[in-house]
């Protein structure tokens, strides 16, 4: 699995680990659930981020007016969030409204956990390669302007509005030509709970029906007027099939081809169309 090479970008999902920001009591605030999830890939065993501060931009106010919602100053390895998994960034209350922007403001020291080989984390921010071989993650940007993110939403009075940040694993480490420096240079998209549909299923062998491990199922979307080849097919969403053979991603509404595969087995793919709110079955 480790020397497989796909073209894989996508979706995963998410753990939840709780953490109210400072409410804003009365009849004119809502709440905000933010999550977290990953796109599985198969080129490293870990991919650690630190997270230490959420904000927050109301559209009505001035560019430099932003709002602190949550200060997890945790260490996620984006890797465990796969197939439904949700990390919980922030359950906050605030005023209701229009809000324009999201900023995640990367952390410069990581907590006290160990990672999954057992040790202290070594960087805030960094891979575990296959080899079990340590590389730190720099950040072009540097950790002070934090990762803006542009997707507008409302907060409703009395109300719950869930957002669900899925942090492109395999888009967002960049190793650098010349320097073989790895990069962090995150991709983010956003989902609400109410956009997003949700496709499980079960990979299993053919021949005696035993669940598969290990393979890479991915939503792809063809666009055969992309001008460079690499890009006429994207990946939308993927994970990776746990110890029972079951998979499961989070998409926004649309048609996809859903790819299973595995090194030494035969590719199996489908065609779905999907529609938000809905769930849908897809076995291989």
Known sequence: MRNLR???????????????????????????????????????????????????????????????????????????????????????????????????????????????????????NYVIDSGQAYHELKIPSGYQSGVKIVHAFTIGESGTTELILDFSASESVVIAGRSGQYLLKPTIKVLTESEASIVSGTVTQAADEAVVEGAVVSAQVYDAGAADLKDQVAVKASTVSDETGGTKMFLAAGQYNIVAAKLDYATAAAALTTEAGMTYTQDF
């Open 6 to 124: 796909l073209a894989l970008k996508g979706l995963v999902a998410l753990p939840i680990v709780g953490l109210i920001a400072c409410g804003i009591g009365g009849s004119d605030s809502g709440r905000l659930l933010l999550s977290l999830t990953d796109a599985a890939t198969d080129m490293y065993d870990a991919v650690y981020i630190t997270v230490k501060q959420v904000d927050v931009h109301r559209a009505d106010q001035g560019e430099e007016m932003w709002e602190t919602i949550a200060t997890p100053g945790r260490t996620y390895n984006l890797l465990e969030l796969v197939n439904g998994v949700r990390e919980q960034l922030a359950l906050a209350d605030m005023t209701a409204g229009h809000y324009s922007q999201l900023r995640l403001y990367l952390g410069d020291m990581p907590d006290d956990r160990a990672n999954i080989l057992s040790r202290p984390h070594p960087f805030p």
